[in-house]
């Protein structure tokens, strides 16, 4: 069982920076990918981008929305994984989730949300025009 919080959310204006983090609970979070979604009022929850298990050759997987503007890294000293944000619009504006899959940590574009094991609670992001 791993217990994911994310933290970091907040108000931002148009072309501004956001760091999200993710911290887990376990140690053994290396040994999942752990991948990055949003939600905004009104609308399904999509994936933003994932980061596969830590180790040798992680990999990174993008939404064409976020393509060039966000980066996810990770720090498996820390158990934590980050979703790093700039040049943000508006229409970024959700609550942002990150999740652990344990099943495919290898694989790079998993998209699907059924495909990942454990979620956090959600932060807010709100980017103001």
């Known amino acids: 069982q791993v217990q994911l919080v994310e933290s970091g959310g907040g108000l931002v204006q148009t072309g501004g920076s956001l760091t999200l983090s993710c911290a887990a609970s376990a140690r053994t979070v290396y040994m999942y990918a752990v991948g990055w979604f949003r939600q905004a009022p009104g609308k399904e929850r999509e994936f933003v981008g994932r980061i596969t298990r830590g180790g040798d050759g992680v990999g990174t997987y993008y939404d064409d929305s976020v393509k060039g503007r966000f980066t996810i890294s990770r720090d498996d000293a820390k158990n934590t994984v980050y979703l790093h944000m700039k040049s943000l619009k508006p229409e970024d504006t959700a609550t942002y989730y990150c999740?652990?899959?344990?099943?495919?940590?290898?694989?790079?574009?998993?998209?699907?949300?059924?495909?990942?094991?454990?979620w956090g609670q959600g932060t807010q992001v709100t980017v103001s025009s």
């Open positions: 999740a652990a899959d344990s099943r495919l940590p290898g694989i790079v574009a998993v998209i699907r949300a059924g495909a990942y094991d454990y």
